[in-house]
T-cell receptor, first 114, second 108 residues
């Protein structure tokens, strides 16, 4: 069966520091991968998605970037964190048909920028 | 883009009660999903239901695509049902477009 991992689970970082969040998927090949952010107030916003190695699409302009160095690895990064980057970051995967199929979410990373 | 509205925003139930959560969308959708986010933040898929009715234990969902709404029924609620319930449509490209959720608290 497929599983999706995220780490770290929780992170407290000072403003201006770099960030690297990692997401890996097991049990499937060639998945579509997604990064979402959930700010306080419950809404989820898509940040990036990837349909293959090295292929990244950004949904919103921001202080963050994403990379996909391997088929089942998706990394969210920042060179300098802002206070507004605080939130709950969720990685998800779906089959190759994209949004037509169900998306499955990882356990998330809670990021607090101070 | 398609607007997804959920109601009610908050709901408190006593254990054993039934409830209905509603999701309205502003245009036709071919991909409608329901999720439960538990108090630890994990998002769990409940139903992929672009049309018709599905049931899974005490939960069932119905989507009436022609009238642009979906309903999630929770019967005999338990404290473990607490959390936030989201509906999301996936017709806007690769993103799942989430509603703002219904926050459910089931008390003993």
């Amino acid at each position: 069966s497929q599983t999706i991992h995220q780490w770290p689970a929780t992170l407290v970082q000072p403003v201006g520091s770099p960030l690297s969040l990692e997401c890996t998927v097991e049990g499937t090949s060639n998945p579509n991968l997604y990064w979402y952010r959930q700010a306080a107030g419950r809404g989820l916003q898509l940040l990036f998605y990837s349909v293959g190695i090295g292929q990244i699409s950004s949904e919103v302009p921001q202080n963050l970037s994403a990379s996909r160095p391997q088929d089942r690895q998706f990394i969210l990064s920042s060179k300098k964190l802002l206070l507004s980057d605080s939130g709950f970051y969720l990685c998800a995967w779906s089959g190759r048909a994209g949004a037509v199929e169900t998306q499955y979410f990882g356990p998330g990373t809670r990021l607090l920028v101070l | 883009g398609i607007q997804v509205e959920q109601s009610p925003p908050d709901l408190i139930l006593q254990e054993g009660a039934n409830s209905t959560l509603r999701c309205n969308f502003s245009d036709s959708v071919n991909n409608l999903q329901w999720f439960h986010q538990n108090p630890w933040g994990q998002l769990i898929n409940l139903f992929y239901i672009p049309s018709g009715t599905k049931q899974n234990g005490r939960l069932s969902a119905t989507t009436v695509a022609t009238e642009r709404y979906s309903l999630l029924y929770i019967s005999s609620s338990q404290t473990t049902d607490s959390g936030v319930y989201f509906c999301a449509e996936g017709d806007s490209g690769y993103a799942l477009n989430f509603g703002k959720g219904t926050s459910l608290l089931v008390t003993p």
